[in-house]
């Protein structure tokens, strides 16, 4: 579909941040309707302008979609080409993928789960390389044995820590809490302590080369810098998904850095979770 980028004049101070966190989740909400998909927000703040990428069928679903969520009406409108965006980024376009491309293909809706190790600087000072190095492996271990219980798939490792995507948020959150649970059984003989912080979002990710893109995967990743040592932390998004299934403590609006508008952040209680039996 084409790709349209539309600008809102809101006004300096006009709205909150909870403002956006609800307008934001209202388009998020509308866009299966129209059959769009909204790729990415920002904001100018300095101006009160607001930014948004969308690929839809046609500039008058484009415009539509904003009006019938919250009411946003569009100062401008432009489509983007594709053949000059991927110039601009001096790439050239993805294959057309295969109907078994698309069979195998990632979901265009998935969570997203960022996980890291607590000061692995100060572990490398303390063990050296190598024994830091097998720290990290043991930590590969422990997250892919969960990702495969719970149907997570790998995406790359990040340093210190791996980058996971799945079909459903309860399972995203399944997983994340069974890998704190196994690393309190792994530290309980242990000298050295291994620590894990873990951060998960969900939303339509780009797939590129069998690596995810774009604002949902930024946002996980800032969640998981954010979180503290042992802890699970989702957003909104996937607290929603999860409402029944996950106990949550509320952390409130966060600003997570690089990004401009504060997200709502929830800690999830992974005490009362019971990590569902080895498959036969």
């Known amino acids: 579909m084409p790709l349209f980028l539309t600008r809102y004049e809101r006004g300096f101070g006009e709205r909150t941040a909870d403002n956006i966190v609800q307008e934001r989740r209202k388009d998020l909400d509308m866009q299966n309707h129209y059959g769009v998909r909204f790729l990415c927000h920002w904001s100018d703040g300095a101006s009160g302008t607001d930014f948004c990428l969308i690929d839809a069928p046609g500039l008058k679903t484009a415009m539509r979609v904003h009006q019938d969520a919250h009411g946003g009406v ?15 980024l001096d790439r050239t376009p993805n294959p057309v993928p295969t109907a078994a491309d698309r069979e195998t293909a990632a979901p265009s809706f998935c969570a997203v789960l960022f996980t890291d190790i607590v000061n692995f600087t100060g572990m490398t ?11 990290v492996h043991e930590h ?3 997250v892919r044995r969960a990702l495969k219980n719970t149907g997570g798939r790998e995406i790359k490792r990040t340093g ?4 996971s995507s799945f079909r459903d948020a309860s399972a995203a959150v399944a997983c994340a809490c069974s890998i704190q649970q196994a690393f309190d059984m792994f530290n309980l003989d242990r000298a050295e302590h291994l620590r ?4 998960i979002h969900a939303g339509e990710p780009v797939e590129d080369n069998n690596d995810l893109l774009g604002c949902v995967v930024q946002v996980a990743s800032r969640i998981c810098q954010n979180a503290e040592a ?19 403590v509320d952390l409130g609006l966060t600003l997570l850095k690089g990004l401009v508008h504060p997200s709502h952040l929830y800690r999830i209680s992974c005490k009362f979770f019971h990590e569902p039996p080895l498959p036969c």
């Open 74 to 88: 569009a100062a401008d409108i432009m489509a983007l080409d594709l053949s000059a965006v991927m110039a601009l």
């Open 125 to 135: 000072a303390r063990l050296g390389d190598a024994q830091a190095v097998a720290m």
């Open 140 to 142: 590969d271990v422990i």
């Open 160 to 163: 210190d820590g791996m980058m």
């Open 196 to 199: 894990v912080r873990i951060g």
């Open 230 to 248: 042992d802890t699970v932390v989702v957003s909104d998004i996937v607290r929603n998904l999860v409402v029944g299934r996950f106990e949550a």
